[in-house]
């Protein structure tokens, strides 16, 4: 099985280069301004052509209004839109009809009832994001380095198209990815030496172990 990554968070050209040589099929940058993960239009612009013919990228928003998604969109040109915030099931369809991209929706887990909050985007929702409930006094609702239990996945209805996110590394993917079966995953905070902070060895020994994993 082969398994796609996606590298949130990016901020320089060797690190975008790293995840790309590595294999990232995604790419994504954050808008962010509370994340340490945050860069500004202008310059996600300027480094995402790296991953032109080689990856998809996405742009990674927090309720962000219009007029800041058409900023996004029109420097950046990404591939996909992933909405990370609290957006209806209508503000989605909104989104997706005005700028005709394809949109991943963000849903925080923590226990099987959260998985409820799947139906009503689904149809909408081109792809979800299972990422962990943010720890108490969070300003961020993703990029934490925190989990959820991953064996709760097993009643998802395996028609649904997700990324697994949620603390991420080298040392769990393996686990992670035999507990759930999934087919993507999505790390930030698992290839960084600090906040922010991409690390290309991390990057590196993420990609043997998921390499690993798929010949296991």
Known sequence: MSISVKICGLKTAETIDAALEQGADHIGFIFFPKSPRNVDPERAAALRGAASDRAKVVAVTVNADDETLDDIVSRVEPDILQLHGGESPERLAAIKQRFGLPAMKALAVRESADLDAITPYRGI????????KPPHGSDLPGGNGVSFDWTLLTALDPDVDYMLSGGLNADNVATALKQTGAGAID???GVESAPGIKDISRITALFEAVHAAEAA
């Open 187 to 189: 790390l930030s905070s």
């Open 125 to 132: 929702a081109d792809r979800f994001l299972l990422d962990a």
